[in-house]
């Protein structure tokens, strides 16, 4: 039952990824656009992620939170998959991205069937899943707080290392040793049992607590009645100017409908078309 949820999930995600880049207006990432110069463009690239996604479900919070960090340094250029010293790939902020053996694998299956057509960044894109960044960074590369709210409820089927969030469990800057006061006191024992304070830092925890393997609103739900695991995430309920949009996307038809939008109006982020950029053999090397 579980695993039917799981491929539900994916083909849901599919979906929404088809409907935002149907509306896109750029030509290089409309639904389409390969179909004459390599027709099975965009099925190659969902078999292998839904391929990868049944193995591994990780890898589709993993795919999204890359796709958005390749976005907002320098547009969606595909050059976070690039390896070697001084790329985006090495530094601190994406060290924990997962996926590229899922790009790697497409990359490999589409210069077979239609050598030098489909850039790395529509791969990215077309495979795209999870990630949270600042307003100021939205506001700044033409995205809303809405579209913020939205797109960091792609956390529905994240996880985060308990790091990031152990000191709101036992150190929380505003109240010395106590805990963040915004944490539901029922939620916060089960929180330190994920997480103890001398524990394993690493071990990686969902972010929306009861259904973090489904592609849904009741992430926006858990917001609501403090349940959030991550800081940031729990403020969007807690600042007035992101509240309400919060309270928006409480149903699962509304947030669907918006991510999708959300994720057009990201995925245009400084996107290259016709000699800007280049069609890269493989992914992770320039040519």
């Known amino acids: 039952m579980e695993s039917a949820r799981l ?37 190659i690239v969902r078999s292998t992620v839904q391929a990868h996604f049944q193995s591994n479900p990780t890898v589709a919070p993993g795919l999204l939170r890359m796709h958005f960090h390749d976005c907002f340094v320098q547009g969606c250029d595909a050059s976070v998959l690039i390896e070697g010293p001084n790329t985006e790939k090495t530094a601190g902020p994406n060290l924990g991205l997962r996926g590229y053996e899922v790009i790697d694998d497409a990359k490999t299956k589409l210069e077979v069937a239609c ?12 495979a795209a899943r999870d990630s949270v960044v600042l307003k100021k960074k939205f ?15 792609g956390h529905t089927i994240g996880t985060s290392a308990c790091q990031f969030f152990q000191y709101r469990l036992y150190n929380f800057t505003t109240t010395g040793n106590g805990a963040d006061p915004t944490i539901n006191p029922i939620f916060l024992p089960q929180l330190r049992a994920l997480c103890p304070q001398n524990g394993d830092a690493t071990r990686r925890v969902g972010l929306d607590t009861g259904s973090q393997n489904r592609f849904d609103s009741s992430f926006f739900s858990n917001l609501r009645n403090g349940r959030g695991v991550l800081e940031s995430d729990q403020k969007l309920w807690t600042d007035a100017s992101t509240r309400s949009f919060v309270q928006s996307l409480l149903g699962s038809n509304a947030f669907n409908v918006q991510f999708g939008k959300s994720m057009v109006k990201m995925s245009n982020i400084g996107l290259k078309s016709g000699t800007q950029g280049e069609i890269r053999k493989v992914c992770s090397k320039i040519n």
Not at 115 to 125: F, Y
């Open 115 to 126: 050598p030098g057509v489909v850039s790395c960044a529509d791969i990215l894109a077309l």
């Open 139 to 153: 506001s700044a590369k033409g995205l809303n707080a809405q579209d913020l709210v939205t797109l960091v409820g």
């Open 7 to 43: 491929i539900q999930t994916s083909l849901l995600v599919f979906l929404l990824i088809s409907l935002s880049v149907s509306y896109v207006h750029c030509q290089a990432t409309r639904v389409g656009f390969y179909s004459k110069s390599c027709p099975r463009a965009e099925s």
